[in-house]
């Protein structure tokens, strides 16, 4: 590590408490956001990437399923949820979910997620849940967001505690980390007002963890927001971690701004995102990974994020509708294949995973025979 580069740049403090592995404070946090040389903040998250994981990127044969876009939340940035009776609203019979799950090649990971309907019961996502995992057994189910168990108990008169039992009792072995946005009440009720709070959200998120549960998080950026509620978002997050250590990778999800109702007109820069994602990785000592998201970044920028302390890329995906709705450019999918290529062509190890990051594959072949 160059301290002489770090020491023209004012940031000599913050590059020897990367090195000594310290926490990082909300202040170092924003003089990074704040430096005009992003490949300088990129070389530190690279250095904490490297010490987590080496040259490793990991990805996973996974199958996107996203079964209603029918939601009571009506949220400003959203471009898929859609009133009941509105054109183009869905929602997927369980036979119609089996057959998504069923194409392509058999997946690691089913992620599924939808809007908040406002009648479906929670018996109909425990019977999708069993049927998948009936169907694909060697699938690891990886479904619905903390919004959703909040929903699903409002409308069973439970509390999420029990939702979240009955479904880890169904099948359900892991959850994504959708329905963060920002955690800040000032952006929150401007973006997303009928959403639960950010406190409901990491209250949830405690709760899936206690029973057993491990999660996914997130965070919407380049919207409305500052860099300082980027920031105490992130703090947020590596509070709870440090009392439910539950959250075992970071989505950080680039805001896709056509097809909405926020009316931003446009998303982050190629820079901001990449700043972004290695201030992610900087301020959240206590999450082991974090994602660089192609559908949102595109392949090209999810690789060279690769360098700015991501270490995943998601995977196969198969089919994703949020994203897309709402403008995204990338492809519908990738196969294993051009994952691994992708992965060799940025300089890194490809190695698949599970939906919980257990190396399958030759990965784990290898690691059994060492």
């Excluded at 580069?5 to 408490?17: F, I």
């Excluded at 992620?111 to 019977?127: D, I, R, W």
């Excluded at 959200?201 to 549960?213: F, Q």
């Excluded at 990738?334 to 190695?351: C, D, H, K, Q």
Aim: aromatic share 6%; charged share 25%; proline share 4%.
């Amino acid at each position: 590590m160059d301290m002489n580069w770090y020491d023209s740049l004012g940031l000599a403090d913050v590059a020897r408490k990367v090195a000594d592995g310290e926490r990082l404070s909300m202040e170092d946090g924003e003089r990074l956001f704040a430096c005009p040389d992003v490949t300088a903040v990129g070389a530190l998250a690279h250095h904490v990437r490297t010490r987590l994981h080496g040259d490793k990127t990991y990805y996973v044969v996974n199958r996107q399923i996203n079964y209603t876009n029918i939601c009571v939340n009506g949220c400003l940035f959203c471009a898929y949820g859609r009133e009941r009776g509105q054109q183009g609203a869905f929602l997927l019979s369980q036979d119609e979910i089996l057959a998504k799950a069923r194409e392509g090649i058999p997946p690691a990971e089913i992620h599924a997620v939808g809007g908040c309907h406002p009648e479906t019961p929670l018996s109909f996502y425990e019977e999708m849940l069993r049927e998948l995992g009936k169907a694909l057994p060697e699938a690891e189910l990886k479904c619905f967001t903390l919004v959703e168990i909040a929903h699903f108990a409002h409308l069973e008169g439970c509390s999420t505690r029990e939702v979240l039992l009955r479904l880890k009792d169904a099948g359900l072995v892991m959850m994504p980390g959708g329905g963060a946005e920002i955690f800040s009440p000032e952006i929150r009720t401007r973006i997303c007002p009928k959403k639960i709070t950010g406190e409901e959200w990491l209250r949830i998120a405690g709760e899936a963890h206690e029973v057993g549960i491990p999660t996914n998080c997130t965070m919407l950026y380049g919207h409305i927001e500052s860099t300082r509620h980027r920031l105490e978002h992130l703090d947020e997050l590596r509070r709870q971690q440090d009392k439910s250590h539950g959250f075992v990778c970071f989505v950080p999800l680039s805001f896709q701004a056509r097809n909405n109702l926020l009316g931003v007109e446009h998303g982050p820069t190629g820079v901001d995102d990449l700043k972004t994602i290695a201030i992610s990785r900087l301020m959240l000592d206590n999450i082991p990974h974090l994602k660089a998201y192609w559908i949102m970044l595109g392949t090209k920028l999810a690789q060279t994020a690769l360098w700015f302390g991501a270490d995943d890329l998601d995977g196969t995906i198969v089919e994703e509708k949020i994203g897309h709705m709402a403008g995204a450019d990338s492809a519908a999918s990738l196969s294993r294949e051009e994952l691994n290529e992708m992965i060799r062509g940025a300089g890194f190890t490809p190695v698949e995973r599970s939906a919980r990051f257990s190396e399958r594959g030759e990965n784990a072949a290898a690691k059994e025979v060492a």
